[in-house]
C-alpha cells in the first residue's frame, strides 16, 4: 500500500525515504509519509499522513477525464465570471481522501487562469461534483519562525488564510 517515490541521503549522512499511499494502484491524496534515518539506519522520525485502507471502494470512473477536466474549467470559469479556454493539466484517476471525509474516486487536475492563479481542482469521478478547489498560489505572505530539528529558531516564509499559517 505504500509506495517508495524517493529516496535521499543529505550531507549529514541521514536518509530520508518518502512513500505515497496507493490503493489497488491508484494514488491515494494527500496521503504520503516521510520515514527519516539517522547514519546507523535507525528511525529516527516520521512524519506525514495516511488513512486506513479503504473498503469496497470502486475504482472504475462514470465521468471520464476529459469530462472532468471540463466541469474542472466550468468550476473555474463560475469562481471567477469568465469566459473562453482554460489551460489544464492532464488529470490524474486518485482517491480524494481529506482526513476529515469518506475516500472518494476523483480526478485531480490543475487550471492554470494567471501567474497567480493555479488551481488544483477534485472532480468526484463518479457523480461530477466539485470535491474541492483551491488556488495554489499563496497571496498573503507573513514571516513566522520555527525550531528545526537541531534546536535551531528559523524564519520561514508562511501565509495566513482563516487564521491559520501555512507553508
Not at 496507493?22 to 504520503?32: D, H, I, M, R, S
Request: hydrophobic residues 40%.
Amino acid at each position: 500500500e505504500l509506495k517508495l517515490v524517493r529516496y535521499q541521503t543529505d550531507l549529514l549522512n541521514r536518509s530520508h525515504l518518502r512513500f505515497s499511499q496507493n490503493y489497488e494502484g491508484l494514488p491515494v491524496w494527500p496521503a504520503e509519509l516521510m520515514v527519516h534515518l539517522n547514519p546507523d539506519g535507525d528511525v529516527c522520525l516520521m512524519n506525514g499522513a495516511y488513512i486506513p485502507t479503504p473498503r469496497k471502494m470502486v475504482t472504475q470512473p462514470v465521468i471520464n477525464a476529459d469530462e472532468a477536466v471540463e466541469l474542472a474549467r466550468a468550476e473555474m470559469r463560475a469562481t471567477y465570471n469568465m469566459e473562453g479556454e482554460l489551460s489544464a493539466d492532464e488529470p490524474i484517476l486518485i482517491i480524494y481522501a481529506p482526513g476529515d471525509k469518506a475516500p472518494r474516486l476523483a480526478w485531480k487536475t490543475e487550471i492554470d487562469i494567471s501567474v497567480t492563479a493555479k488551481w488544483l481542482v477534485m472532480i468526484d469521478a463518479l457523480n461530477g461534483m466539485t470535491l474541492t478547489a483551491f488556488n495554489q498560489v499563496a497571496d498573503a505572505n507573513v514571516t513566522g519562525t520555527g525550531v528545526d530539528l537541531f534546536g535551531e529558531t528559523r524564519s520561514l516564509n508562511v501565509w495566513s488564510e482563516g487564521g491559520r499559517y501555512y507553508m
